[in-house]
């Protein structure tokens, strides 16, 4: 089971860290990612990291400016995003995979496991 939480309203250019918190006690085994979903638009992706040590993965429109972290001994992770932009307004979902393959972690399903989303909303 998955947690997501602290998103809100930021205006741009703030900053928002989001957490997701895992049930079970093999999270550190699990890639973990982070997708979005704006209004009328189809879910993608933002970033990924897989397990302990495995690398992160972002999209382009994300990248230098979020980070994906995790903790394993607190099964947390997070999503750190900086210099938020208007279009970063979305619905932010975390997700877990317990097997997929570098070339196929932007691919949503591949993911198993999907927390009830946290709305982050950016004000121009």
């Known amino acids: 089971q998955l947690q997501a939480c602290g998103g809100g309203l930021a205006q741009a250019g703030d900053s928002l860290r989001l957490s997701c918190a895992a049930s079970g006690r093999t999270f550190s085994t699990y890639t973990m990612a982070w997708f979005r979903q704006a209004p009328e638009k189809e879910r993608e992706f933002v970033a990924a990291?897989?397990?302990?040590?495995?690398?992160?993965f972002y999209a382009d429109s994300v990248k230098g400016r979020f980070t994906i972290s995790r903790d394993n001994a607190k099964n947390t992770v997070y999503l750190q995003m900086d210099m938020l932009k208007p279009e970063d307004t979305a619905d932010y979902y975390c997700?877990?995979?317990?097997?997929?393959?570098?070339?196929?972690?932007?691919?949503?399903?591949?993911?198993?496991?999907w927390g009830r989303g946290t709305l982050v909303t950016v004000s121009s």
């Open positions: 997700a877990a995979s317990s097997s997929v393959i570098n070339s196929q972690v932007r691919n949503s399903e591949m993911y198993y496991y």
């Open positions: 990291i897989k397990r302990s040590g495995g690398g992160t």
